[in-house]
C-alpha cells in the first residue's frame, strides 16, 4: 500500500441541496455574542466551539463518527485557523438542537460544508484573541500574531487560558463580517495536510467509546421486535403468547400503533434482559393479513424495471438537451446495451438498536444515527408531540455506510416505550431482523445508448436507470423537478450526468413503483453512483472498441472541459480538466498499455464522485487474472488517483480511499441477495459474503496535489472499482460482463459467447 501526493492541476448547487445548505448556513451565523469582558468560564465566539480557561479547545461536532474519524479531521480545521496546540483540542459529538441547523452525515458531504464553516469561525476567534491578548500585552494587535494556543508579541506572550481569565473579549462579528473574514492560504496550514494523531483513537481503542448498543439507564427493559412478513401493509390479527410466556424473563408483547407508518405491523416482545426478549421473540406467535407483497421476487423487481425503462413516458429528464433524438435519427451507428445490479445489503457490524424514554417532560432516544434531522419529525408524528420535546442522544456508530441514514428503529423503539408508560426500553435487533428490516440498495436496471457520426464522432447519448428510490421513500422534500417537470431522486441518478462531451445528452431517472411498495430503498455507500458509473464507464468502454479506439483514448477525447463541463468556482473549478490529468496520471502509474500475462487484463474507470456541484476527480485501473476453465476472477492489484483538493487529514483520507475501494470490490464481485416472498433471502453473513481479508488486492493509492476546495472522500472510490474489473475481464479473456456482482459462471458463459 502506498500513498502519495503529485503536483497536478466544483458547478451550481441544486436548489433542493442549496436550502439544506442555507439552513448549515444560519446555524454558523450564530456567531454569539462573545463571552464575558473579564473571569469567563470560558470563551465561546460560536456555536462550534469553545474554550475554557485550561485553554481545552472542545470543537463540536454534528457529524456522526462511525469510523471515519470525521470529529479529528473537522477539529482540524478549527486548531489550524485558530492557531491552536493540538493536544490541547477536544471533540464533542452533539446531541441533536435546532440550533445545528442540518444534522447529516452522508454523500460525502462533511469536510466539503464543514470546511468554510469552522474556518470562518476560527478566523474569528483568533482575531478576538489576538485583540485581547495585544490589550494585556500593552502593545497593538497589529504587533501579535497567534502561534501555540497563545497570543505573541516578540518575547512576550499570553495564553489562550490567561486571555480568557483576565481580557476583554467582548469582540462582535455580524454574518456579514463572518463571511469576508481571511482565512489561511494553504500555504500558511500547519495542521492541515499534515500528519497529527487523531483525537478520537484512544477511546476507540481502550473500551471508552460508547456505542449505541452500550447505552444504558437504570430501570430499563429490553425488547426485540417481532417482524412482519412484509415491510409495508401487513397488520396483526392474532398474538399467542403461550410459548412465550415459558421464557423466564419475559415480560409481555405489545402490537404497536404507529401513526407515522414507519414500522407498520410491529409487535414489541419485552423482557428483563435482551437473552430473554430474543428467545420470546422466537417462541411468540403472531398472525399477520399481508399484502400482495408477500409474493414479490428480485426476478418481479427485475421485470418491472425493464418495463419501466421501456416506456419512454415514464421517468423524470433529469438531464435534456435539445436534438438527442435528432442525433440517433441522423447516426451513422449506434450502440446499446442493458446493465443491472442485484439487490445489496448493509451489513454494519452493529445491529441497530434504541434505547428510549421519556424523562422531565422530554422525550430522549439514545442512539446512534446518521440524518438527526430526518428522524425528527418521524419521532413526533409516531409519538404525537412536538419536536422540540424530543432528543436524540449522540453515540458512536459500529458501522452505517448509509443505513443509519434512516433511522426507522428509532421510532419502533420510542414507540417500545411509549406503550409502556415511557419507562426506557432498550430495543436491539438481532442480525437477521437487521437483515430483514434493512433499508437495501434497490436492484437496478439501466440502458445506455450512444449515437457516433462521421469518423467515428461522438454525437449523442442517453442513459435511462430505474431502481427503487431511496429519498422518493424517506425525504421527498430533497427531490428536484427535471426538464420535464417531474420531480426525480437526485441520489438514484448521479453519476450519469457525467462530464464527458457526448454532443446531446439525455438522462431519464425511472423510479420502480413495485420496489417502493415492497421495501424501504435506502441510501448505501457511494449511493446512486455506486451502480449509475457501473453502466456508464462499462458502457464507455464498450463504446471505445465500437469507435475502434483505445478505451483511454476514447475517454480522454470526450474530457474536453466544454461547455457545462468546464467547471465553474468554487468547488469544480477546471472541470473535466481536472478527470482526466487524474485519468492520465493513473495511466501513467498503472503501467496502462503494458503487456501482461496471458488470461491477466488492465481495465479502467473514472468518475467524479458523488454529485456534479462537490465533483471528486477519481480513477481506478484494476489488473485481474481470469481462470479460464472456470471463469474465477482474481482481482490482483488496485490503483487508484485521485483529486479531492485540499487533503484536511492524508491518514484520515487515505483510510477513506481504502475502504471505499474494498467496498466497491465487495460489491462487484461478492455481494448481492435476491427477494424472495417479499423479503431478502440472505440474513446472515452465512449466505451473505461480503470481501474476505484473503480476497484484498495490492492498492496503490495516490492523491493529486491541490489547492483547491476540500471535497468528499468516503465513497467516490466506491464507483469506479466495479466498471473497472468488469473492463478488466474483457482484456483478460474478452468476456463482457453487464451484471452486478460478477459471478463465474456469468464469465465463462460471457468467454463461449
Known amino acids: 500500500m502506498s500513498v502519495s501526493l503529485d503536483n497536478g492541476p466544483g ?10 445548505l442555507i439552513t448549515v448556513t444560519a446555524a454558523g451565523a450564530m456567531f454569539s455574542a462573545t463571552a464575558p469582558a473579564h473571569a469567563a468560564d470560558s470563551f465561546a465566539p460560536t456555536i462550534w466551539y469553545d474554550i475554557d480557561r485550561a485553554g481545552t479547545i472542545t470543537v463540536h461536532i454534528i457529524r456522526a463518527e462511525m469510523g471515519q474519524h470525521v470529529g479529528t479531521a473537522i477539529a482540524r480545521i478549527v486548531a489550524d485557523e485558530l492557531e491552536a496546540d493540538w493536544s490541547k483540542v477536544r471533540i464533542d459529538h452533539v446531541d441533536s438542537d435546532p440550533k445545528w441547523g442540518l444534522m447529516a452525515t452522508g454523500g460525502s458531504w462533511s469536510i466539503w460544508q464543514s470546511y468554510p464553516l469552522y474556518s470562518q469561525a476560527a478566523a474569528a476567534g483568533r482575531i478576538a484573541l489576538i485583540e485581547a491578548g495585544a490589550r494585556l500585552l500593552g502593545v497593538p494587535a497589529s504587533a501579535c500574531v497567534a502561534r501555540n494556543s497563545a497570543v505573541v508579541a516578540g518575547k512576550a506572550s499570553v495564553s489562550y487560558g490567561d486571555i480568557i481569565v483576565r481580557g476583554d473579549l467582548s469582540r462582535k462579528f455580524t454574518e456579514a463580517e463572518l463571511a469576508k473574514l481571511p482565512i489561511k492560504t494553504p500555504a500558511q496550514r500547519k495542521l492541515i495536510g499534515k500528519p497529527a494523531p487523531a483525537r478520537d483513537i484512544p477511546d476507540k481503542t481502550n ?29 396483526v390479527a392474532s398474538i399467542d403468547e403461550s410459548a412465550a410466556k415459558a421464557v423466564p424473563g419475559y415480560i409481555r408483547a405489545i402490537a404497536l400503533d404507529d401513526p407515522s407508518g414507519t414500522v ?29 407483497a408477500i409474493k414479490v421476487s428480485e426476478a418481479d423487481l427485475q421485470a418491472r424495471a425493464r418495463a419501466l425503462v421501456a416506456d419512454k413516458t415514464k421517468g423524470s429528464l433529469a438531464v435534456e438537451d435539445p436534438g438527442v433524438d435528432a442525433a440517433f435519427k441522423a447516426a451513422t451507428s449506434t450502440l446499446e446495451q442493458t446493465y443491472t445490479t442485484a439487490t445489496a445489503l448493509h451489513f454494519q457490524l452493529e445491529p441497530v438498536n434504541a434505547l428510549a424514554f421519556e424523562k422531565d417532560g422530554k422525550f430522549e432516544v439514545h442512539t446512534g444515527n446518521q440524518w438527526q434531522s430526518l428522524v425528527l419529525p418521524w419521532l413526533a408524528q409516531a409519538l404525537g408531540r412536538k419536536e422540540d420535546t424530543i432528543v436524540l442522544r449522540t453515540y458512536l456508530l459500529g458501522g452505517g455506510f448509509g443505513r443509519r441514514l434512516n433511522g426507522d428503529y428509532a421510532v419502533g423503539a420510542a414507540l417500545a416505550s411509549k406503550a409502556i408508560g415511557g419507562k426506557p426500553v432498550k430495543m436491539v435487533m438481532t442480525r437477521a431482523d437487521d437483515s430483514r428490516f434493512d433499508s437495501p440498495r434497490s436492484a437496478s436496471v439501466q440502458t445506455v445508448k450512444m449515437a457516433f457520426g462521421e469518423a467515428g464522432r461522438v454525437t449523442a447519448m442517453e442513459h435511462v436507470a430505474c431502481a427503487g428510490w431511496p429519498t422518493e421513500a424517506m425525504a421527498p422534500f430533497f427531490m428536484p423537478k427535471g426538464a420535464n417537470g417531474v420531480a426525480y431522486d437526485p441520489f438514484a441518478i448521479s453519476g450519469a450526468n457525467h462530464w464527458y462531451n ?11 413503483d413495485l420496489a417502493n411498495q415492497t421495501f424501504r430503498p435506502g441510501w448505501l455507500r457511494s449511493v446512486g453512483p455506486g451502480w449509475t458509473n457501473w453502466a456508464l464507464e462499462s458502457f464507455m468502454d464498450e463504446a471505445a472498441a465500437r469507435a475502434g479506439v483505445d478505451p483511454l483514448a476514447f475517454r480522454l477525447k470526450l474530457l474536453d472541459a466544454t461547455g457545462r463541463n468546464a467547471g465553474s468556482a468554487p468547488n469544480s473549478v477546471g472541470g473535466a480538466k481536472r478527470q482526466a ?15 501482461l500475462p496471458k488470461n491477466t487484463g488492465l481495465g479502467i474507470a473514472t468518475s467524479f464522485g458523488q454529485e456534479r456541484d462537490m465533483p471528486t476527480w477519481t480513477a481506478c485501473a484494476a489488473r485481474v487474472n481470469v481462470n479460464p476453465a ?45 427477494f424472495e416472498n417479499g423479503q431478502v433471502k440472505d440474513l446472515n453473513l452465512d449466505s451473505y459474503s461480503p470481501l474476505r481479508m484473503g480476497d484484498v488486492p495490492d492498492m496503490d493509492i495516490e492523491f493529486i496535489a491541490s489547492d483547491e476546495a476540500p471535497v468528499g472522500l468516503g465513497e467516490p472510490a466506491t464507483t469506479v472499482v466495479g466498471p473497472a474489473i468488469g473492463n478488466a475481464i474483457f482484456r483478460a479473456v474478452g468476456a463482457r460482463v453487464r451484471d452486478l456482482p460478477i459471478r463465474a459462471e456469468a464469465v465463462k458463459a460471457a468467454m463461449k459467447g
Open 11 to 20: 458547478a451550481d448547487l441544486a436548489p433542493s441541496r442549496r436550502g439544506f
Open 207 to 235: 473500551g471508552k467509546g460508547v456505542y449505541g448498543l452500550d447505552a444504558k439507564v437504570p430501570g430499563m427493559v429490553y425488547a426485540r421486535p417481532k417482524l412482519p412478513p412484509t415491510r409495508y401493509g401487513s397488520t
Open 264 to 292: 407498520p405491523g410491529w409487535v414489541m416482545v419485552y423482557a428483563d434482559s435482551f437473552a430473554a426478549a430474543d428467545r420470546a421473540t422466537e417462541a411468540l406467535k403472531v398472525t399477520w393479513t399481508s399484502p400482495d
Open 502 to 512: 457526448v454532443g446531446a445528452h439525455r438522462v431519464r431517472a425511472v423510479g420502480n
Open 581 to 595: 490529468a487524474v485519468l492520465n496520471r493513473l495511466a501513467a502509474k498503472a503501467g496502462w498499455g503494458k503487456p
Open 630 to 674: 472456470t471463469g474465477a476472477v482474481k482481482v490482483e492489484k488496485l490503483t487508484l488517483v485521485a483529486d479531492a483538493g485540499i487533503i484536511v487529514s492524508p491518514d484520515g483520507a487515505l483510510a477513506q480511499m481504502e475502504g471505499a475501494a474494498l467496498w466497491g470490490l465487495s460489491l462487484a464481485l461478492f455481494e448481492g441477495t435476491a
